[in-house]
């Protein structure tokens, strides 16, 4: 029901961290957990393919904060075109609202859910995960790595003039990841993913502060 083409629509190919690619893998993760829980596939397939759908020609409040509700809504919007009954929409729905990391308005209830949820968060471990990371700070204009304050360290709240560097997100989010996933499917697939990503990070800030005072003349 749902092809390349279809997607273009709502995705970026070009985008590295939240295009096509990312929901090709979401999909293939989220059809290998939901076989093993014994999830319904079919809505954690459609949820997967549609959770980080976005209208290109509209602009979204607060930007990826809200992307979530309106994947939602294209997603009502797409399958109730392709006939699907409104228990079954409400089902992807739930999916698509409830897979965000940083948000509690609505967390997965259902084991569909918990599923969508798990197969995206284990594309933000490991090396894709660590490749993602760098992605997003480089499309921020953000480093890949900035000193984090003891503030941050212990609270995740940046002080004035610090900057949410590749590392910061690793230390706020990736690294937690494993801990709030709801399948011992996702648990198991998790463990090599992350020892690998916090592999990554450790040398990135022991490479990055071993540089910090150096300051060479040119």
């Not at 059809?31 to 290109?56: N, W």
């Not at 949820?117 to 992605?135: E, H, P, S, T, V």
């Not at 984090?148 to 940046?158: D, I, K, M, N």
């Not at 989010?173 to 690998?196: D, N, Q, V, Y």
Request: glycine letters at 4%; aromatic letters at 8%; proline letters at 5%.
């Amino acid at each position: 029901m749902l092809s390349l083409e279809a997607l273009q629509q709502w995705y970026d190919p070009a985008d590295p961290v939240h295009g096509i690619e990312h929901v090709r893998r979401v999909v293939a993760l989220a059809e290998k957990i939901a076989a093993a829980e014994g999830a319904d596939t079919e809505i954690v397939r459609v949820a997967a393919y549609l959770h980080d759908a976005v209208d290109k020609g509209q602009a979204l409040p607060n930007g990826r904060q809200t992307h979530h509700l309106a994947a939602a809504q294209i997603a009502a919007h797409f399958l109730r075109q392709a006939g699907w009954d409104e228990a079954r929409i409400a089902a992807v729905q739930h999916c698509i609202r409830a897979h965000r990391f940083r948000q509690g308005e609505e967390t997965p209830q259902t084991l569909e859910a918990k599923v969508v949820f798990d197969a995206d968060k284990l594309d933000a471990l490991g090396a894709i995960g660590a490749a993602r990371a760098i992605a997003r700070a480089v499309q921020k204009g953000l480093p890949f790595y900035f000193p984090p304050s003891p503030r941050f360290l212990e609270s995740g709240v940046l002080e004035s003039q610090e900057l949410h560097s590749a590392y910061h997100e690793y230390w706020y989010k990736l690294r937690r990841l494993k801990e709030r996933l709801f399948t011992p499917t996702a648990r198991r697939l998790a463990a090599e993913r992350e020892t690998i990503m916090n592999a990554f990070f450790e040398a990135l800030k022991k490479e990055a502060e071993a540089t910090l005072d150096c300051h060479s003349p040119l």
